[in-house]
């Protein structure tokens, strides 16, 4: 019997951050896999009616184009909550960012960790309010729970937003970033052509802890070495709030897809200093272009990176200092980093992501002609 799936595909709408991007490659993944493996008709990704005509983020999925259902009258969490469980029954509902139908059961979900919890400092009180409630009630109603590292299944089971022992354990994939071009206008455009630099990305979230890592880099006192801050919507979103400035930090504002892969690739290190993680894309993808890692020992970073990193502690500024110091004057150390980043890299690959996730699903269902088609 086919696997019948439905995607929950509000992501869509939303700019891409960590989640979104999670969302649209394990989409094309799962796609990829239903094809090659006979295992029924492509996913129809479910939108809000209201939304309106979502064709070129759609597109962008590749060929072919994937179907898309604009389902009722609502639209965000009303929508989500109200018409998406009512369609297609009897089909599995996919929905991998986080937020699901309290009341349907057969579905999976992707709950990707407890930041808002752990850090409740980096969310408003409604937003940690609705997702505990939601988060609660969709972990012990879906037939399916998925979570994205170790690390976010010990903290969703200790806060008791999951059962203990529901929840699977996704490998994410970063293999992504190998189908992009990079895009090296943004060195000429930034000034980095001939000066070297580390790089970060900026968030002005609590837990990403990026002052610890600015005052580091100032009191590290690294001669003719920037630090280059990307994200915000423009470069003024950490001036304006507070940030330390220097000669050496820039704070260069949003960055596409391939300017940011061509960041990486001719950074001397990539810096990661939150204080904690439900996953770690970002000091992954720096590792997919060989760029050396300075990551946090906070959340699940050390489990993604391995050792293929060097580690500092994110309450420890002192030890930010130090790393810096290490790996910008270390030749011989960023060459032995760049190697290991990129056999680590090689082992995250979406496919195998979506194996894993659709496996799950037809254990569930006993569906032995799924299972020995998904087996290698």
Request: hydrophobic letters at 45%; one cysteine or more.
């Amino acid at each position: 019997m086919p696997l019948k799936l439905v995607l929950n595909g509000r992501f869509l709408v939303r700019p891409v951050t960590g989640v979104e991007r999670l969302a649209i490659e394990l989409t094309r993944a799962i796609r990829a896999v239903v094809a090659t493996r006979g295992l029924g008709d492509d996913v129809d990704i479910v939108v809000p009616s209201a939304t309106g005509d979502q064709h070129e983020k759609v597109a962008s999925f590749g060929p072919p184009v994937p179907s898309i259902m604009p389902v009722g009258r609502l639209d965000g969490h009303a929508w989500e909550q109200i018409e998406l469980p009512k369609v297609a029954p009897k089909a599995w509902l996919l929905n991998f960012c986080n937020i699901a139908p309290m009341t349907r059961m057969r579905q999976a979900v992707v709950i990707c960790d407890a930041q808002f919890v752990l850090h409740p400092e980096s969310y408003s009180w409604a937003f940690r309010t609705w997702y505990r409630v939601v988060l609660t009630v969709v972990a012990r109603r879906a037939a399916a729970v998925f979570t994205i590292s170790e690390f976010s299944k010990g903290q969703l089971e200790r806060f008791g937003i999951v059962p203990k022992g529901k929840a699977h354990v996704l490998k994410l994939g970063v293999d992504h970033l190998n189908d992009l071009v990079a895009d090296d206008s943004v060195l000429e455009r930034c000034g980095l052509r001939s000066r070297p630099y580390v790089l970060a990305i900026g968030s002005l979230a609590r837990h990403k802890n990026l002052p610890t890592l600015i005052d580091a880099f100032i009191a590290a006192n690294l001669p003719g070495v920037d630090l280059v801050v990307a994200g915000g919507s423009n470069e003024r979103v950490f001036h304006d709030a507070g940030l330390r400035e220097a000669d050496n930090v820039r704070y260069i504002g949003r960055v596409s897809d391939g300017e940011l892969k061509a960041l990486y690739g001719n950074a001397l290190a990539f810096a990661c200093p939150s204080l904690s993680e439900g996953f770690g894309f970002t000091p992954l993808e720096a590792m997919t272009t060989g760029c050396p890692v300075i990551a946090t020992t906070g959340g699940a970073v050390p489990e993604v990176c391995g050792d293929a990193a060097i580690y500092a502690d994110p309450h420890n500024q002192a030890a930010w200092e130090d790393a810096l110091r290490r790996i910008v004057t270390d030749a011989g150390l960023r060459a032995d980093l760049a190697e290991r980043a990129g056999r680590r890299a090689q082992q995250f690959v979406w496919r195998d992501t979506a194996v894993q996730m659709l496996t799950v699903l037809a254990t569930q269902d006993g569906d032995q002609a799924a299972l020995t088609a998904l087996t290698p």
